[in-house]
């Protein structure tokens, strides 16, 4: 037999070695994951402030659970569910109601209940959807995010983004953003003429509303920071279909930008959470949920991004402009047709 | 020796099979959901990529930006080539490190500095006015010559490596040959020093001609989603639209160029090399 050295090593013994350490070492995860307290969740890319600070803490001391979040877009998380769909690493899941209701038709849910989430016995009504397939927990509110150095006086109405005196000074979020949702509808009601709840069916009025807003246009985004940055250099003087729960806090900073509500009326972001089917930890993401919809969380959530609580006996949070309507679209609508709309939107948009 | 040469040929099987399971294995499951349906084969997704203009408006728009980034990348590194292996000491260390040192640096913050750079109130207009060479600010940002000298910034590296190996090896006594036989400098560059160095610039060129049509990340950045690329088409497929049949057809079509690009430049080099 072949010695390696003189301490006795065959090569036998050490191809034995080798493999009990390799197995160990591809073995590890499973097995620490097996008895873990980590979870992860998928939230926007826009949550990272507010899950760090006040989400990743308060789940470490109330349920002794850790954090592991991924920020990106609702769009991104749902593919993520649905290519991991046998094997789901996501526990939990916070995104948009019309990315929500395509992950329902996929079955990639598990239905929220009082039994395991007590909380959301106390939610408004209109907060739980689809049997409690998901929640709403903080809703922002959403209008037209401003440089307050150029435009003093505020954003008094959303024909201010087609006025001539913004040419070049204005970007809105692609359909591929749920934030970009707004700039349609309101298209839609300005180019027909009519009220919000006729006028979010009207897609062609829409679409030719925004084919007058390309002379406007600085650009389309799909990464909301890089825009935000520019509004915040005085690059651009209007931001379309921004929120409360991102211009609010710059504001507080000092920062030279504001948050308008213009006159025919502004959105409620559809913030929702929700169980992943199959996915790791149950327990301890059914207790996760059950914390974001609590009165502790969503005092602290509602205050640091300036968002309206689900939960009705919370006091706390972002105060909806008064005068002003408040829409909530029919997102159903929104997620049977949003793919035709982003290939039709791009084409349109194109240079 | 046979024995031999095939035993360190064994040396290769784990990058070999590293490459095949999470490179060609996957890849030839993307390439085969471009053309499955629930029928069977087809190509219908080809003809009907094709068919519309404003994919093809994209892939026009895709090769360019990459041809004119490949230009402008080899007109700024083809004299820093030079430059580079007449420099010694320490100057040769300083140009390595100040071509090798910003590859550290995540596209992402490039992107975001040249958006500084671009700006209305940014340093180039104030330059551009500074001379007056304009009276108002230049719309730099979001503009197809924003992307071009970014993407050019980012790959130049790639194109003076290989131009640079070249040169360094380059015979300097043939240039002064053709001199003493009273050939102008014009004539010395064109028929002795550029075909000489053409083997670097083509592979120099196939590097960056092929990361440029397949950029992703600095024309998401620099130039947005109204002027999007064959990558940006790509993850708008599986991401947004969630139809993973287109999203796999225009992933082979830019493999297809990629695949294009290797081979002529291997073709043109093995040529250049056989002229030498």
Known sequence: MTRISATG????????????????TLAAPSILRAQSTEIVIGCAGSHTAWMEEIVAPHMKSAIGADILFEGTKSSVNLEKMASNKDKPYLS??????????QAVEADLLSPITPDAVPNM???????????????????PWAGIAYNTDFAPDGVPSWEALWAPENAGQVIIPSLQNTEGMWTLFVAAMLGSGKPFSEAQYEVDAAFAKLEALKPNLLSVYTTMSQAFNLLEQGEITLLSGNFSSYTLPRKAEGVPVDLAAPKEGIFAMPSGICLVKGGPNPEL???????????????????????????????????????????????AFVAENRRGWIERFDKLMAL | ????????????????????????????????????TAEGFSLAEYRAFFADDYNIRVLARTLRVAALTTLLAFVIAYPTAFAMSRAKGIWLTVFLVALVLPMSLGVVVKAFAWSILFRANGVLNSILMGIGMTERPVRMLFTETALIVGAANVFLPFMVLPIYSVV???????????????????????????PLTLPGVVAGSAFVFSMSVSMYVIPSLI?????????????????????E?????????????????????????TRLGARR
């Not at chain 1, 205050?303 to 408040?326: C, H, L, R």
């Not at chain 2, 400098?185 to 064109?190: D, N």
């Open chain 2, 168 to 194: 360094r090896q380059l015979d300097t006594r043939l240039p002064e040959a053709a001199a003493s036989l009273g050939a102008t400098p014009w004539f010395r560059f064109t028929r002795v020093t550029l």
């Open chain 1, 285 to 331: 993401a059914q207790a996760y949920v059950n914390e974001m919809l609590g009165p502790d969380m969503q005092a602290a959530i509602a205050d640091f991004a300036s968002s309206v609580p689900a939960n009705t006996t919370v006091k706390a949070g972002a105060v909806v402009p008064e005068g002003v309507q408040i829409y909530s679209p029919d997102w």
């Open chain 2, 245 to 269: 049949a287109l999203g796999s057809t225009i992933a082979a079509i830019l493999l297809a160029i990629a695949i294009a690009v290797v081979l002529l430049s291997g073709w043109l080099a």
């Open chain 1, 9 to 24: 090593l065959t090569r036998r013994t050490l191809l034995k070695s080798s493999a009990a350490a390799a197995f160990g």
């Open chain 1, 121 to 139: 016995e106390d939610l408004r009504p209109d907060a739980v959807h689809m049997d409690g397939m998901w929640c709403n927990y903080v809703q």
């Open chain 1, 92 to 101: 939990v899941v916070q995104m948009d109601d019309p990315v929500m209701i």
């Open chain 2, 223 to 243: 130039v947005g989603e109204r002027q999007q690329n064959l990558s940006m088409l790509i993850a708008r497929s599986f991401l947004y639209l969630r139809n």
């Open chain 2, 1 to 36: 020796m046979t024995g031999r040469l095939d035993r360190i040929g064994l040396l290769a099987v784990p990058a070999l099979g590293f490459l095949a399971a999470i490179y060609a294995l996957p890849l030839a499951m993307l390439l085969a959901k471009s053309v499955q």
